[in-house]
């Protein structure tokens, strides 16, 4: 048994209790009790205000999400230009406003005007028939009047809100009418949550209804009919204007857990249909700053590489913030968390820091951390990585680049070489099949860029496909260059690297050299469980070039 003075219906132990049982299965249904006077102790009367012309399209009526979604935008923007609902009473009657109503006054949550809760004297009249509705004659303020018989039991259990309107301290024996006064786009909605905490279910199956019946549960903190939408939601085929909207819901502290899930799903749906830019190039530079966080937050973003990522992030921000001071706020704000310095060149990282776009203390603290990070030992680096796996901030977490990350020894005596260390995932290997390639970091040999290349070749000879390796020189003009090389891989069952290859080349701007069957054995073996070349799932290579004089 609670104390006393315990709060039966806090928000989060209403969630907590609720949702740990599944919200429908357990809970009784009481959907017969619904406007049922038989079954009921209070008269709920709905006061329906008219909307304007231009703003009545609900969830119904709207073409697509995305009108909807427009629609929803427009009102949230007319509504901040107008004061919140002007609410008559009379002298016997005592306005209740929503919980905390005068700080979010103008804040983003209150997506409708403010709902105003009339507790009013019993008049002797009762309602004639629940379902039907009275028209007002002043169509300026009350549109018309819609009457429910209610269970003040059974609303309190579902929510707080109610759960304090019926326990006020009034005299609950003379106070059985409680007055809502409401917008007409927000009638449906209401109706569809008010049958909800009778039967634990929704009659609408649109998305833009079931986010209606969102909205509406969140102003009445009914928890259980918030994740209950948020679980249609996620059920619901996605779309990008769907999934910016979830992304953009407005938040509150109910809001925030019930649609966490809704809002996880909207961030993995763009991660994943814009996970290559350079295919959406158009669609990625329109989107508004929550998609572009959704989508740079991603582990599997393929893009060359991290400078790609910050060359992107520097011309989105430049499209969509011309000013400078505003520029600079989002940047340093929102955007610089989610560019993995610690993976950009050093080349890059120099011109990060005479960038005018930063806050010069956000460059050079980016910067600085990403030095060091590299200066780190590598068990220290996957140590980082490790603790920041699991936590939003990933900056030491590798992506996907389609240009995979290099470690470079650099020799200058006796002789200029350098020896180049490639690993690549059995799944990134995996992924070549039939005819894919996969190119390294550029990295620099006296004075000239090189790369490596690992394909998935046909044998000119056996005509089956295989695994083949390629160093190439970028092409930087006419120059000739004579290089020793040798690749080496990592082999079971000793696990150290095992020389496969040799040979000497002159390279010219663009050209490549390699072997198109490193391992001499067929893909179907090189990829086998029993594999000599992937230990612990990552193939080992090692190339060592020597410039020849």
Known sequence: MRGSNSDLFDPRTEMDSVYSRGASSSDGDFGFAFNDSNFSDRLLRIEIMGDMPENKCDGEGCTSLADWARHRKRRREDIKKENATEVSAGAEEQILNQPDMDDCLGCENQDEDAVAMIEEPASGDEATDGTESTWSMDCSTVERVKTLHISSPILAAKSPFFYKLFSNGMRESEQRHVTLRINASEESALMELLNF????????NTAPGVLDVLMSADKFEVASCMRYCSRQLRNMPMTPESALLYLELPSSVLMAEAVQPLTDAAKQYLASRYRDMTKFQEEVMSL???????????????????????????????????????????LGARLARYIRFPFMTCRKLKKV????????????????????????????????????????????????YKYRPVKVVEFELPRQQCVVYLDLKREECSNLFPSGRVYSQAFHLGGQGFFLSAHCNMDQQSSFHCFGLFLGMQEKGNVSFAVDYEFAARAKPTEEFVSKYKGNYTFTGGKAVGYRNLFAIPWTSFMADDSLYFINGVLHLRAELTIRH
């Open 197 to 204: 905490m009778y039967s634990n279910t929704l009659s609408t």
């Open 288 to 330: 508004p700053l929550a998609g572009v966080e959704a989508i740079l937050s991603s582990d599997d973003l393929q893009v060359a590489s991290e400078d790609a990522v910050y060359d992107f992030v520097l011309k989105w921000s430049r499209t969509q913030y011309p000013k400078l001071e505003e520029r600079r706020e989002v």
């Open 353 to 400: 820091l005479t960038c005018n776009d930063f806050d010069h203390d956000v460059a050079s603290k980016a910067v600085l951390e990403a030095l060091f990070f590299k200066a780190e030992a590598p068990h220290r680096q996957r140590s980082l990585a490790a603790e920041e796996s699991a936590s939003l901030n990933r900056r030491f977490v590798e992506r996907a």
